[in-house]
């Protein structure tokens, strides 16, 4: 049986959850994308963490300034600001923002996880109810009533086929926010101690 036919064979349920696919992956993609412009590469977070552990303020600010990502940005907005309190202010909100503006998109996935199943439950009951429909109409026509089953059996197998793809996007950019927002609170709370740095 070609593909097609497979899909087709799977009900109406099946036009829903391709469009919960399509869905997820341009909600995954973009994100992706959205991702490597705010994060930096796990040697230049070393770097600057350890500028910032060894309090050298300056060279932490050429260095951020020469990075374009979100991540570094937050900390030049910071670092050119003289006052120590208003410094650490405008950090912990620029961090703030940028850890709100990461998590968005992740409902949409995790509602995709949820949801693509329990419309595959959904294919299988009615696939299963117009089995016992042609059953009770139609004794011995066994194609038929197998059509039926084979219908349950597809609208489940790709939902759940719908549910792992979102998952797998939904957790690789939660790891990613959760490492980033790691980062930028380990940043913050270096910039506390800041008080002796001037520009």
Known sequence: MQLWEIFLAGGHV?????????????VGVQRIHYF???????????????????????????????????????????LRISEPKLREVTYEGAARTLIHRMG???QYLDTIVTLSPLLGLLGTVLGMIQSFQVLAVKEGQMDVITGGVAEALIATAFG??????????HSYLSFRMERIATTLEEWGNLLQDTSEYRL
């Open 14 to 26: 099946m036009w829903v959850l391709l469009a919960c696919s399509i869905f997820a992956v341009m």
């Open 36 to 78: 490597t412009r705010v994060g930096i590469s796990k040697a230049e977070e070393s770097e600057l963490t350890e500028l910032l552990r060894n309090k050298e303020w300056g060279d932490a600010l050429a260095a951020s300034q020469n990075n374009p990502s979100s991540m570094s940005q937050a900390l030049v907005r910071s």
């Open 104 to 106: 968005e998109g992740l």
């Open 160 to 169: 759940l086929i719908v549910a792992v793809l979102a998952l797998c996007f």
